[in-house]
């Protein structure tokens, strides 16, 4: 993969990892897209995502880490909850990559029509969470019952085009909680999502036994997705706290349409 492609893909998703707005659907349908303008498939696109993705972990870290600090010491019952929360996603998750038969896993998880289809159902998400008035709960109150219907909702934004930030924000509120720390706690449980599935992806890359992107080129798409998903967290942690999620459908209804007519022309 080129340093052009490489930064184009990495600003999209560290845009796209934070705003409500589907990353892994973005990142296929920007493959996609380079794919039509004449560039040729990205053999290695499994390695990058995991660079990528590694980047938006460390803006996650960087954002929360006084949080991440009480972790280990007066929120220490949240870490049962985080694990509690990822176990319905790592489930699915691993019958995707290492029990579904690999056409069907790729027909669910690098299926760009299917992320059309899914982009319009998030903006229905983000409307739905829009109305719902704010609890008064903030997360480390949280229930093991809430906790597990969070997680639930964190796992089916494994499908292209469902937005994992989203998803569980508007599960968070759901669940009683403060828009804030609706917000905490979904990125909070983005941690062992996101590498768990970083961990899974190195497996397989491993398991393939070589790369075929520059370690420079690697690491350039490494620290843009890192600085772009510092900028967009701070303004998804606005958007959050004024009630303006819905303002995303705006854009994810058209884009789920002109996706679908691209795919079936």
Do not use: C
């Not at 490489?6 to 934070?18: C, R």
């Not at 349908?29 to 053999?43: M, S, Y």
């Not at 979904?186 to 599935?197: E, R, V």
């Amino acid at each position: 993969m080129s340093l052009w492609e490489i930064i184009l893909l990495a600003i999209v998703q560290g845009l796209t990892e934070f705003l409500p707005v589907s990353s892994s659907g973005h990142l296929l349908v920007a493959n996609r897209l380079l794919e039509t303008l004449g560039q040729p498939p990205v053999a290695d696109l499994l390695e990058v995502s995991i660079v990528l993705h590694l980047g938006t972990l460390a803006a996650v870290l960087v954002f929360y880490r006084r949080e991440i600090t009480r972790l280990f010491g007066s929120d220490r019952r949240v870490i049962g909850l985080l694990i509690l929360g990822t176990i319905p996603a790592a489930v699915l998750g691993i019958l995707l990559k290492k029990v579904v038969p690999e056409e069907l896993s790729k027909l669910i998880l690098e299926n760009a029509l299917l992320a059309g289809f899914m982009f319009p159902l998030t903006a229905l998400l983000l409307v739905w969470s829009e109305r719902r008035s704010p609890g008064e709960h903030d997360y480390p109150q949280l229930g093991w019952g809430k906790v597990f219907f969070i997680g639930m909702f964190q796992a089916v934004a494994l499908l292209p085009g469902v937005s994992r930030s989203g998803a569980t924000i508007a599960a968070g509120l759901a669940a009683g909680l403060q828009r804030n720390a609706a917000a905490t706690f979904a990125f909070l449980l983005a941690l062992p999502a996101i590498a768990g599935a970083g961990l899974l992806e190195s497996l397989e890359i491993v398991e393939a036994g070589t790369t075929g992107t520059p370690l420079g080129t690697l690491a350039t798409g490494f620290l843009v997705s890192m600085a772009v998903g510092l900028v967009a967290l701070r303004m998804l942690i606005s958007w959050v706290n004024r009630g303006r999620l819905s303002l995303f459908a705006y854009y994810l209804v058209p884009l789920g349409v002109v996706v679908i007519a691209w795919q079936l022309q």
